[in-house]
């Protein structure tokens, strides 16, 4: 390696309106095969190597690169100029004012799997897709994309017993039909729900109450509760035609229960129904609701509502349209069901660290795949939204009826 300093440094206009000015320092000579890096304070760092046919730009542009803290993104330029920047993490907002003062736009993101295989897809008609004889989608399709891989569990996924493994292998397949995610891994989730799933999310009794105590004390506006709170009321009194004080409403897999309690506050006859005990009692004593322990996939004398709600548990089981279509039966005439579900195509944006993507997920879901799913269980969808929520999560909602 030669290095040519420039002392003092050449400075030159740049910009659209030349108000930055640039200080070139030097020159860096590399022979074949030797590399530099390049790094932040933030220690955000990428390397460049020499090749003999010419250089590597970057590291993997969805690998390296973005475990150093670094996203590549394509953007162009007036004048159809293209640029690959590689933004730090956290400064999304930063780059978004460069962009907009330079005038410039971003045409994607180029670090995760789903958006460089479109990008593959897209030039080459080509895909990294594969059949597979393992898993089938929701919608019957075989072929898939990986999308995300892991050897180890993503930051802030709870690590469950079943979980905490050496052997944590997991990837996230999109079905190359419908666009659903599926969680693919053989470490074993069956015991998950009558008690694990408790003691490492909350811990104990105390634990759902203090959990319970704080979603339930968040104002409007900063409380993903509220806001489905206030989509389910608004749609009873279209559904109903009036005030829906007094309906009768069965929340499947209730956990900390905020949602049956704000229900309940609201006027609505709420019944939760959880596979742990726990969470029971809990709803029972500290949410003041009326509850059942009981697995709704084999539960039989439930009785009917006008309401049946599923809040974010059915990307939790396995085989979730047989899960969706037992709502019917206990649904009265006229009633409806409503379905809140992680929003997987919105999230692979955010890359294989989205808790959209968490083990305890076995489904993520698309548009197609959730009216897929609402079909295959017996079910018309009547309203579907797709949102980001304060907590920021994607989700979808959906509002059901017989079909
Ligand atoms: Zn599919």
């Known amino acids: 390696m030669k290095f040519f300093p420039n002392d003092p440094p050449r400075e030159f206009k740049v910009g ?138 993503p930051a802030g996924e709870v690590r469950f017993k079943f979980s905490d493994t050496k052997d944590y292998r997991r990837s996230i397949f999109t079905c190359t039909t419908c666009g659903h995610m599926l969680s693919v891994h053989e470490m074993d989730m069956s015991s998950l729900y009558s008690g694990q799933y408790v003691d490492s999310t909350y811990g104990d009794a105390a634990g759902l109450k203090q959990n319970f105590e704080r979603i339930m004390s968040l104002p409007e506006g900063k409380s993903d509760n509220l806001g489905r709170v206030d989509a389910v009321c608004d749609f009873a009194e279209r559904n109903f035609g009036r005030w829906p004080a007094g309906l009768t409403l069965l929340d499947i897999g209730s956990g900390l229960c905020v949602f049956a309690a704000a229900m309940k506050a609201r006027g609505f006859d709420c019944t939760a129904l959880d596979p742990d005990a726990r969470a029971v009692e809990h709803a029972q004593k500290t949410a003041g609701v009326r509850a059942v322990c ?35 039966r206990h649904l009265k005439t006229g009633g409806f069901v409503y379905v809140e579900l992680p929003d997987g195509e919105a999230a692979a944006a955010g890359g294989p660290g989205r808790e959209e993507f968490f083990i305890d997920h076995w489904h993520a879901f698309s548009t197609a795949s959730t009216a897929i799913l609402a079909a295959k269980a017996g079910l018309r969808i009547v309203s579907l939204t797709r949102l980001r929520e304060p907590s920021t999560k994607y989700t979808i909602r959906a509002f059901l009826v017989p079909a």
């Not at 730009?57 to 293209?82: E, I």
């Not at 084999?298 to 006008?306: E, K, L, N, R, V």
């Open 294 to 328: 009981k697995d709704f996939l084999t539960a039989s004398d439930m009785g009917q509502y006008d309401i049946v709600t599923f809040n974010k548990v059915i990307e939790h089981v396995r085989d979730p349209v047989t899960m969706l279509a037992r709502s019917r």
């Open 16 to 153: 659209r309106d030349g108000h930055i000015t640039l200080r070139d320092c030097g020159r860096i000579e590399l022979s074949p095969d030797e590399q530099i890096t390049l790094v932040t304070q933030a220690g955000g760092q990428f390397d460049v190597a020499r090749k003999e046919f010419g250089f590597y730009a970057t590291p993997s542009l969805n690998g390296r690169l973005v475990r150093f803290g670094l996203r590549p993104a394509l953007v162009k330029s007036p004048g159809d100029l293209f640029f690959i920047l590689l933004v730090e993490k956290g400064s999304e907002k930063l780059f978004k004012e460069y962009m907009a003062d330079e005038k410039q736009v971003l045409i994607c993101w180029l670090d995760t799997v789903a958006s460089l295989g479109a990008v593959e897809k897209a030039l080459t008609g080509r895909a990294d897709e594969f059949d597979s004889t393992a898993v089938r989608c929701i919608c019957g399709g075989r072929r898939f994309q990986t999308t995300f891989k892991y050897s180890t569990p």
